[in-house]
């Protein structure tokens, strides 16, 4: 496909080159015809010699033939050109006859019956370049596609996705149906044999099957091979079925604006005024400095700290000349549904997008943009799913020290992880919320309102966009699992707090620290004695 495309390219180009080449050999020819000067002339017979006419016959036919050259070795050139140009051109409708172009495919409404051709055409030829019939040679063990197994039951999966299960019965309905439908397509295959005409043979049905894997080739498709048992013990038949990706379509192309569109953050807040500093620093280079279009909505608990916390933001006010900014004290115990939802109808202006937000969150910039550009009044909700920060002390606790934030904060294994659980950090129109419902206000404390309010998102008409984010980080704190909670609460607390601290082989590390020293110990002892 590309190298059609290099050709379609090229084309334009080298009908210019030959026009150009015409011109220059054009300029050539007519400066080779003019008449040299009088020091550049060849030697001319003088007027009176006896054999002028001979001397002039001589000359003309010298001039005749250097041109008669000239114009030989010109058609020369322009035939090479035009052979060279016409067999691009014919190579070039080669090419598009056998790779007909994904839009011609779906968009060529004059031809109902060559588009339907074509497109057939192109799902063959899927199956042609997908890893089905042979292997491919592949530079490294990393490039490998693996195959995940199921039964009629579980699935056996190496993406174990937010339910962490490497067997589970199918969670999602996508993946429910489309697991059954290659079935009961086996089951057809099997008991429609090619060949067999109106012969009596074995019905199967689904009980026949004993397994089946299956993998996807991103841009070709998705391959299946069934198993089922065949009419002996030892026998088995075996279906392979392959379902082709369509060529790519295009459904929109827009134009958006967000050089308007104002964010509202809203940060439910009690005590933590040391964090909130690191977070207005966070704020100011990136809100106020970067993006500029923004506004920040403190609902603060209580009264511990307060005036601090109320002392820092007026400082960045007016350090920054930054007036954009609302405080909201509520006077009972802290309730992080209930300060988002207070923060949310607070707000007079125009429908806003809504970024809600907790103190220990790092944001950039552009994190800011995907927040405008994945949120759509009526139609769109964004929840990102963050990179959560590891122990600090832990990951560098080999280090001299431990290094800035900025420095910290990178996309790795050994310094955190996707938090897929997490659903506290979103993005919508306030509009959106409203009608929603908002948040259950009879959840206190930590945790549940969030997912809460994420499910009914998901039960109603709104694109929810779930997609990790490279913008948005959650900050290491120590974790602190309060005993007020509900059991379930406390549990999700003391998992969360589990999963923050390091990585598995990390936290191996700790655990195995005394048999490791020991062998350190003893291979030491051992190098002394040779």
């Known amino acids: 496909m590309m190298l059609r495309r290099g050709f379609i390219l090229f084309l334009p180009r080298l009908v210019g080159l030959l026009v150009v080449a015409c011109c220059s050999m054009s300029i050539v020819y007519m400066l080779a015809c003019t008449p040299k000067g009088d020091n550049q002339q060849l030697a001319l017979p003088r007027v009176h010699s006896p054999t002028v006419k001979e001397g002039y016959e001589a000359v003309l036919q010298e001039r005749e033939e ?14 090479q050109l035009k052979a060279e140009l016409q067999g691009r051109t014919e190579q070039l409708k080669k090419m598009q006859n056998q790779y007909p172009d994904p839009l011609d495919v779906w968009l ?13 055409a192109f799902l063959r030829s899927q199956v042609d370049k997908a890893e089905v019939h042979s292997g491919v040679k592949l530079s490294t063990e990393y490039a490998a596609v693996p195959f995940e197994s199921f039964t009629l039951q579980k699935v056996y999966q190496l993406e174990t996705g937010l339910t962490r299960h490497p067997e589970e019965k199918p969670v999602r309905k996508d993946k429910r149906d489309e697991l059954m439908e290659v079935i009961e397509l086996g089951v057809g295959s099997l008991n429609k044999p090619e060949g067999v005409g109106n012969a009596k043979h074995r019905v199967y049905t689904a009980s026949d099957f004993v397994e089946g894997i299956y993998r996807t080739e991103k841009n070709k498709g998705t391959l299946y091979e069934l198993t089922f048992k065949g009419d002996t013990k030892h026998q088995f038949k075996k279906i392979v079925l392959f379902r082709p990706f369509g060529p790519v379509m295009k459904v929109k192309n827009e134009n958006i604006n967000m050089a308007d569109t104002l964010i509202n953050i809203i940060v439910p807040l009690a005590k933590r005024a040391n964090k909130f500093r690191q977070f207005m620093q966070n704020f100011r280079e990136m809100g106020i400095q970067q ?62 997008v809504l970024f809600f937000c907790d103190v220990d969150i790092y944001f950039t910039a552009e994190f800011l943009n995907s927040c405008r550009l994945n949120t759509q009044p009526g139609k769109k909700v964004f929840y990102p799913v963050l990179f959560s920060q590891y122990n600090p002390s832990i990951i560098y606790g080999h280090h001299d020290s431990i290094p800035s934030l900025e420095q910290q904060l990178i996309i790795k294994k050994e310094t ?32 549940g309102e969030d997912v809460h309010l994420y499910r009914k998102y998901l039960h ?71």
């Open 66 to 79: 250097q041109h008669s050259n000239y114009i030989v070795s010109l058609k020369k050139q322009i035939a």
């Open 108 to 120: 060529d409404h004059s031809n109902p019956e060559k588009a339907q051709a074509n497109l057939l």
């Open 416 to 447: 955190g992880f996707w938090r897929d659980f997490g659903f506290g950090m979103t993005c919508q129109y306030r509009s959106d919320f409203i009608n929603i419902g908002g948040f259950d206000l009879d959840i206190k404390g930590w945790g």
């Open 460 to 530: 109603s008409n709104l694109i929810v966009i779930r997609t990790p984010v490279r913008g948005l980080f959650h900050l290491w704190h120590e974790k602190q699992c309060l005993d007020e909670l509900t059991p379930e609460q406390y549990k999700m607390c003391m998992q969360s707090k589990a999963m923050n601290e390091a990585s598995h082989g990390q936290l191996g590390m700790l655990v195995f620290k005394q048999e490791i020293e020991t062998h350190l110990h003893r291979q030491k002892l051992s190098s002394k004695k040779t």
């Open 291 to 352: 993006d500029g279009r923004i506004h920040l909505t403190v609902v603060y608990f209580g009264k511990e700290q307060m005036n601090e916390v109320k002392s820092i933001l007026e400082n960045t006010s007016r350090s920054a000349n930054f007036k954009n900014f609302t405080f909201i004290q509520l006077n009972e115990e802290f309730s992080r549904g209930k300060g988002l939802d207070v923060g949310a109808r607070f707000w007079k202006g125009s429908n806003v």
